[in-house]
């Protein structure tokens, strides 16, 4: 590990903070969904993903593809962090002319690898990109961050079965399951459940965490591919909302946008008022 838990911990608070803050100043929702995924972030750019910020196009770089591009804040904020794009520009987030849309172009800012947003693309182009690294014999991996209510799309199914049929070890798909989708509960909307058997069954080495166990998913993201000729499915558990108590689990948060207090309050829980 390149840092300890306390430092993990106080960069996810940071990015956690200023979520909430875009999301008051530009009147953007998805900020529950963007709450979940922030370990998960965090966990990749901070250890696992073998990468630099001062070159973000070197050809031999690992890719995150961040399937659910409604929880772009989250991305923004961990790629401004650590040092792809100054930092300043999360200020105009969603506003007119700022180069951070509300959902992610390709190539917005520094880091972004792909135009996300319709949920279900992500990991076919993540296939894409695997392929690509086997036919240019780069040893690089393509890792591709999920929604739960993405899965009930049938093209990520699709995916999910030519990725083993290639033997794509060098690519992981990291489902983000808060449980949540905008209309109701996932495994209510349709029966998601058992998900780590459904990827087990597809051909995928499976694996369940802790999403908001930093060193957890530090260490599952960091020990790819898990079985040489599998690609890797990393179930991470997960709140959404995490880390604001009034916002935890509750899917209203979905559209919502938080007004002054409730932006004062959130600061004051996650220490940063």
């Not at 399937?67 to 989250?74: C, N």
């Not at 200020?91 to 190539?107: V, W």
């Not at 694996?207 to 930093?214: F, N, P, S, T, V």
Request: with cysteine; charged share 20%.
């Amino acid at each position: 590990m390149n840092h300890s838990l306390e430092e993990l911990t106080a960069i996810a608070r940071r990015i956690r903070g200023k979520l909430v803050q875009m999301s008051h100043a530009s009147g953007a929702p998805h900020l529950g969904s963007s709450l979940s995924c922030v370990e998960i972030l965090v966990a990749a750019y901070w250890e696992a993903l073998r990468l630099d910020a001062a070159r973000p196009d070197d050809p031999d770089r690992d890719r995150l593809l961040l399937s659910k591009g409604h929880a772009a804040t989250a991305l923004y904020s961990a790629l401004a962090y650590r040092g792809f794009f100054d930092e300043a520009l999360l200020d105009c987030f969603a506003q007119p002319g700022c180069c951070l849309p509300e959902h992610p172009s390709a190539s917005c800012v520094p880091g972004v690898e792909i135009a996300s947003g319709s949920l279900g693309h992500g990991l076919g182009l993540g296939i894409g990109m695997a392929l690509a690294a086997r036919i240019h014999r780069r040893d690089y991996r393509v890792f591709v961050v999920m929604s739960d209510g993405e899965c009930n799309e049938g093209s990520v199914w699709e995916a999910a079965m030519m990725a083993p049929a290639q033997r794509l070890d060098n690519l992981i798909a990291i489902v983000d399951y808060n449980k949540w989708q905008a209309t109701g509960r996932t495994n209510e909307v349709l029966a998601l459940a058992p998900l780590r058997e459904k990827w087990e069954a597809f051909g995928w080495s499976a694996a369940e965490i802790d999403g908001h166990d930093l060193m957890a998913a530090a260490a599952a993201l960091s020990e790819v591919p898990r079985t040489p000729g599998q690609p890797t499915a990393i179930i991470a558990h997960t709140v959404k909302g995490k880390g604001v108590s009034f916002m935890e689990d509750d899917n209203n948060w979905h559209y919502r946008i938080p007004n002054e207090d409730e932006v004062a309050a959130a600061l004051g829980e996650l220490g940063l008022a």
